[in-house]
């Protein structure tokens, strides 16, 4: 079944540790995105790719990078977590413009 | 930036009631997106209007699009308890590439 998986679903770290938070896809999508999201509010767009070696910073400032090394998997890292930092974390993906967004269940991180 | 807007920011309705959400944007689209998320989980697509249409039906749901209001609604009828989640709208920027989502509506279905 086609499907857009996150790893972990939850994850308490302290501070200063390096995190690396998977996401993968089975659906052959080109384009992946990574939002963070705080309880209750509106989704901010971190990081983007369009495919393979390609990604770009989205518009909401953050201190993770993104790789894109093969089509089906896009992790995002963090090499210092901060107590700022903590939120959930979603990851998605499309076909060509014109479809919607498939997206993962998340990732609830928290810094303490 | 916050392309799409929602209205209202919370709505509680009883079981069986319809639920309109509303959502303002401010640029030209190719087309608008409403989505679902229920507490904790990520969103999930519900139906995308093209710019060129005016209304759209999936099942208990019914989406308009006013272009030249810059303004979507969200009709679901015969609402249910598990309808409770929050609805997003999302639009596309000019060249398609990002789709921006709006802060969302809070619906409550009281059984």
């Known amino acids: 079944e086609a499907d857009i998986y996150q790893t972990p679903r939850y994850l308490v770290i302290g501070t200063g540790k390096k995190i690396t938070l998977e996401c993968s896809q089975t659906?052959?999508?080109?384009?992946m995105y990574w939002y963070q999201q705080d309880p209750g509010m509106e989704l901010h767009l971190i990081h983007y790719?369009?495919?393979?070696?390609?990604?770009e910073k989205g518009d909401l400032s953050s201190e993770s990078t993104v790789s894109r090394i093969r089509t089906e998997h896009f992790p995002l890292t963090l090499e210092s977590a901060r107590p700022s930092h903590t939120s959930q974390y979603l990851c998605?993906?499309?076909?060509?413009?014109?479809?919607?967004?498939?997206f993962g269940s998340g990732t609830r991180l928290t810094v303490v | 930036s916050q392309q799409g807007e929602e209205d209202p920011q919370a709505l509680s309705i009883q079981e069986g009631e319809n639920a309109t959400m509303n959502c303002s944007y401010k640029?030209?689209?190719?087309?608008l997106q409403w989505y679902r998320q229920n507490s904790g989980r990520g969103l999930v697509h519900l139906i995308l209007?093209?710019?060129?249409?005016r209304e759209k039906h999936s099942g208990r749901l019914r989406v308009t699009l006013d272009t030249s209001k810059k303004s979507s609604s969200l009709l679901i009828t015969a609402s249910r308890a598990a309808d409770t989640a929050s609805y997003f709208c999302?639009?596309?920027?000019?060249?398609?590439?990002?789709?921006?989502f709006g802060a969302g509506t809070r619906l409550f279905v009281k059984a």
């Open positions: 790719s369009y495919g393979v070696n390609s990604t």
């Open positions: 659906m052959g999508h080109d384009k």
């Open positions: 999302a639009t596309d920027e000019g060249g398609g590439f990002k789709t921006i």
């Open positions: 998605a993906s499309s076909a060509p413009a014109g479809y919607g967004y498939t």
């Open positions: 209007i093209r710019s060129n249409e």
């Open positions: 640029t030209s689209i190719n087309n």
